[in-house]
């Protein structure tokens, strides 16, 4: 596999962890009463989405691939 099909694949985990960070903010916000359990789903969505930016740096910022 090239690297820049690597770094492709990268990218679309580090989209699915936000799209997974969305999903559970908004069932910890709307849909769960059990105060202890949203925070630690809301911390589970936060380390996700810094996870996520960190990965996007990464790959933005590691310049383009030699071919």
């Given amino acids: ?10 990218s679309f ?3 699915g962890f ?3 960070s969305v999903l ?3 069932f910890t916000r709307f849909k769960l009463k059990n ?4 925070g630690i789903l809301n911390t589970f969505a936060f380390l996700l989405l810094v ?3 960190l ?5 933005v910022f590691s310049g383009p691939v030699p071919e």
């Avoid at 105060?35 to 949203?38: D, P």
Wanted: hydrophobic share 70%; glycine share 4%.
């Fill in 1 to 10: 596999m090239s690297p820049a099909l690597m770094k492709m694949w990268i």
């Fill in 13 to 15: 985990v580090a989209m």
């Fill in 18 to 20: 936000m799209f997974i």
């Fill in 24 to 26: 559970t903010v908004y």
């Fill in 35 to 38: 105060t202890i359990i949203r």
């Fill in 51 to 53: 996870l996520a930016g």
């Fill in 55 to 59: 990965i996007i740096f990464y790959v």
